[in-house]
């Protein structure tokens, strides 16, 4: 049995480990904040764009683009999404086991990585998988610059007839309580057709130059900005995830320091009741002689 001595220690370390992972979860609950703010800030764009493919699109009916090309084969390079930093739950593992269950079902003969994070970076490499390129230590909020020399490796793949897909695998945010592994298949590129309107004027774009070279120009940008979102949507999933890993971790703390508490006071109390014993014992030792 330890002594009291022993458990008010112990008691003192996990009081310092509970004031850590109190400040780590405010820390994860206000870079939330920021996150959820990046993703709403960058979707307007996201979804004009969208805008813009469907009418370019449905104006140049005959006119191909090789990103919209599918090609028969078995070879594919995933872009993968993870963290760089642990202590945020299991969204790197099911990111990461989306991704390779995904590739070995569909493209087992070849397949290729690029990695934004240093958890799937580290992983990949620790298999020896092929890694194309890779970006990690990203900040809190990434540019879309930072991001984009690892998608130019991955279409410029694509490009030279070296894989026949470019998909896109992250961590979806939904809620703070809720984050989901999502893969997306980025190219060949699969515009989303445009709803009719049910009441109002439509917008309706002249273009300069033609559809055709605006097709050429902007479905590289569509690609890049569905990379960016993807890892702003991944950052916000992160801080969800490690402020609730926080949170759990410091209630849990505080459940073993009341356990903790509760024992060294029946150790103090059973080493009262031994001495008292003893000294009655003692007594009654003395008097008898």
Same mark, same amino acid.
């Given at each position: &049995?330890?002594?009291?001595?022993?458990?008010?220690?112990?008691?003192?370390?996990?009081?310092?480990?509970?004031?850590?992972?109190?400040?780590? /979860?405010?820390?994860?609950?206000?870079?939330?904040?920021?996150?959820?703010?990046?993703?709403?800030?960058?979707?307007?764009?996201? *979804?004009?764009?969208?805008?813009?493919?469907?009418?370019?699109?449905? !104006?140049?009916?005959?006119?191909?683009?090789?990103?919209?090309?599918?090609?028969?084969?078995?070879?594919?390079? &995933?872009?993968?999404?993870?963290?760089?930093?642990?202590?945020?739950?299991?969204?790197?593992?099911?990111?990461?086991?989306?991704?390779? $269950? %995904?590739?070995? /079902?569909?493209?087992?003969?070849?397949?290729?990585?690029?990695?934004?994070?240093?958890?799937?970076? *580290?992983?990949?490499? !620790? %298999?020896? !998988?092929?890694?194309?390129?890779?970006?990690?230590?990203?900040?809190? $909020?990434?540019?879309?610059?930072?991001?984009?020399?690892?998608?130019?490796?991955?279409?410029?793949?694509?490009?030279?007839?070296?894989? *026949?897909?470019?998909?896109?695998?992250?961590?979806?945010?939904?809620?703070?309580? $809720?984050?989901?592994?999502?893969? !997306?298949?980025?190219?060949?590129?699969?515009?989303?057709?445009?709803?009719?309107?049910?009441?109002?004027?439509?917008?309706?774009?002249? %273009?300069?130059?033609?559809?055709?070279?605006?097709? *050429?120009?902007?479905?590289?940008?569509?690609?890049?900005?569905?990379?960016?979102?993807?890892?702003?949507?991944?950052?916000?999933?992160? %801080?969800?995830?490690? &402020?609730?890993?926080?949170?759990?971790?410091?209630?849990?703390?505080?459940?073993?320091?009341?356990?903790?508490?509760?024992?060294?006071?029946?150790?103090?109390?059973?080493?009262?009741?031994?001495?008292?014993?003893?000294?009655?014992?003692?007594?009654?030792?003395?008097?008898?002689?």
């Amino acid at each position: &049995m330890p002594s009291f001595r022993d458990i008010v220690r112990r008691i003192d370390s996990i009081k310092n480990t509970q004031k850590i992972t109190k400040a780590m /979860q405010v820390v994860a609950a206000t870079r939330l904040r920021r996150a959820q703010a990046a993703v709403q800030a960058t979707r307007p764009y996201a *979804d004009k764009m969208v805008e813009v493919l469907q009418t370019v699109g449905e !104006r140049g009916t005959e006119y191909k683009h090789p990103f919209l090309v599918r090609r028969e084969g078995g070879r594919a390079v &995933m872009i993968l999404v993870t963290t760089d930093k642990g202590l945020c739950g299991a969204i790197n593992v099911n990111n990461i086991r989306a991704a390779t $269950r %995904y590739m070995n /079902q569909t493209y087992p003969t070849h397949q290729q990585y690029v990695t934004l994070g240093r958890k799937g970076r *580290d992983f990949l490499l !620790r %298999y020896r !998988r092929e890694v194309l390129a890779e970006v990690s230590n990203l900040p809190d $909020r990434p540019s879309v610059g930072e991001v984009l020399p690892a998608v130019t490796v991955a279409l410029e793949e694509y490009a030279k007839g070296n894989t *026949d897909a470019v998909i896109l695998c992250y961590s979806k945010w939904i809620s703070t309580l $809720r984050q989901e592994p999502a893969i !997306r298949v980025l190219i060949p590129a699969e515009i989303p057709k445009r709803e009719e309107a049910k009441e109002g004027p439509q917008a309706d774009y002249i %273009y300069e130059p033609e559809p055709e070279a605006v097709l *050429d120009g902007l479905l590289p940008r569509y690609v890049e900005t569905q990379v960016f979102q993807a890892v702003l949507e991944n950052k916000a999933s992160e %801080y969800s995830a490690k &402020m609730i890993a926080m949170q759990n971790a410091t209630k849990a703390a505080g459940d073993l320091i009341d356990s903790l508490t509760l024992y060294a006071n029946k150790v103090r109390q059973a080493g009262i009741t031994t001495e008292l014993m003893e000294i009655v014992s003692g007594t009654e030792a003395v008097s008898s002689s």
